[in-house]
């Protein structure tokens, strides 16, 4: 064996040693690099989990109400002196007197004596100041009631709905509390002949804005953002799409195009407060349209929206295979044909998953509807979208900045509803999606 025979197994092994030790090497890095992955989303999925746990934890108990139960006489000696039973004249009479059919209910509930008037009083603040609008309202919807005898769920105080789910403590000291002493002997008693009860919050989901945190509900600002929705849908995906394949399929590729391509894309990362500036200035200040109607909400919406389905449109039509439209026109179709016949369908899942990407991104907007005055108190539904309106980020901002306590629960359980709407739409769009998907 010569010396270059021998030489070349030791080469070869000390080849063979540096590409282990690379090898080695290469799946310390890939190792590390999967580590670094799982960590960075354990990180990420436990703040979101840490998030939707704080909001939860919350909000839950704003889904439950406290109510308290009175068997009302229906006196129509009281309700209707002059007897006159209509709903006109039920809700244009005196609100001494459904006070005083509350009153009265309290007053044998409670065993209360009819000189005792610091006791009454004690019984009445546990009940909402708007207990006697809606004992009105009740009786101008069913004059019925009117001589006989039912029981009607009156609305607690914010403050006795706290002190009942435990936000409110006994044995903090009484000057550093709502509720005093009196008022926690008067519960005790409710609660304990079932007169005082929690039950589900339909308010919630039914009643507008209200100063007193009872009686405040997301039903006024969720009917705002869905016909806010509407305008945005009517506007933004005709316009959206038209505008996405004219740009694709039709505009010569020049200058001109290029920048208009680079705007759009800019405007899509343009902060939405921009575009409530902008609103301001030309639906409101030029054109003078209603502030804060649901119109004026949709158009300054829009705008945010027209970027994001111009562009994943735009992404959707340049998926679909060269081949198609090649194929159209080997057939004999013209331009339009193509893109209409053969194109656009296959475009479709796409361009409803943009869209509704983008309606769900335009429903959690605040600031330009800030901006156009969408941070308004408005208690009865709006009819038309040129009525006054708000919207469920904007009904959001207004209770969090609440002194109440209250009002704190409400704002986390608001939240939720939000997230449960937005988790809806993409729901809905991966639904669309798969509806609609061909293979080609």
Not at 44 to 52: H, P, R, W
Not at 362 to 387: C, H, Q, R, S, W
Request: proline share 5%.
């Amino acid at each position: 064996m010569t010396e270059a025979s021998a030489a070349l197994p030791a080469a070869q092994a000390t080849v063979v040693r540096k590409i282990d030790i690379g090898l080695q090497r290469r799946y310390r890095a890939e190792r590390r690099f999967r580590a670094y992955g799982i960590v960075a989303l354990s990180i990420g999925i436990a703040c979101v989990v840490m998030l939707f746990s704080s909001i939860v934890s919350r909000g839950y108990t704003a889904f439950e109400q406290t109510r308290v139960t009175l068997l009302v006489d229906f006196d129509p000696k009281v309700i209707a002196p002059n007897g006159d039973r209509s709903p006109d004249a039920v809700m244009s009479g005196d609100a001494f007197r459904f006070d005083e059919l509350i009153s009265t209910a309290l007053q044998k509930t409670l065993d209360i004596e009819p000189d005792d008037e610091d006791g009454l009083y004690d019984a009445l603040d546990l009940l909402s100041k708007g207990s006697t609008p809606m004992l009105r309202k009740l009786i101008a919807d069913k004059p019925s009631l009117i001589g006989t005898r039912s029981a009607v769920d009156f609305y607690a105080t914010g403050d006795v709905d706290a002190f009942i789910k435990g936000t409110i403590h006994a044995d903090v000291p009484e000057s550093q509390r709502n509720i005093k002493d009196r008022h926690i002997k008067l519960i005790d008693r409710l609660e304990n002949t079932g007169t005082m009860h929690l039950a589900f919050n339909t308010g919630l989901f039914t009643f507008g804005a209200s100063s007193r945190p009872e009686l405040a509900g997301v039903g006024v600002a969720a009917v705002g953002s869905f016909m806010m929705m509407l305008v945005v849908l009517t506007l933004s995906l005709p316009l959206g799409v038209a505008g996405s394949i004219y740009l694709e399929e039709f505009a010569p590729k020049n200058r001109w195009t290029d920048l208009i391509e680079v705007n759009i894309n800019n405007l899509a990362a343009v902060p939405s407060i921009v575009y409530g500036m902008l609103g301001l200035a030309v639906f409101i200040n030029f054109m003078h349209l209603p502030r804060s109607a649901s119109l004026v909400g949709g158009l300054v919406l829009t705008l945010t929206t027209l970027p994001t389905i111009i562009i994943t449109t735009r992404a959707a039509l340049k998926a679909v295979p060269p081949s198609i439209r090649e194929a159209g026109l080997g057939i004999g179709a013209s331009k339009m044909q193509t893109v209409f016949h053969h194109v656009l369908p296959l475009a479709v899942p796409g361009i409803l998953t943009g869209t509704i990407i983008g309606l769900a991104h335009a429903l959690g907007e605040t600031a330009p509807l800030l901006m156009i005055g969408m941070k308004a108190f408005v208690v009865n539904y709006p009819t038309t979208p040129f009525d006054p309106a708000t919207s469920l980020p904007t009904q959001i901002f207004m209770w969090a900045t609440e002194p109440e306590r209250a009002f704190s629960e409400r704002t986390s359980a608001a939240i939720m509803i939000l997230l449960a709407f937005l988790l809806a739409m993409n729901s809905i769009a991966i639904i669309l999606r798969r509806a609609f998907e061909r293979r080609w």
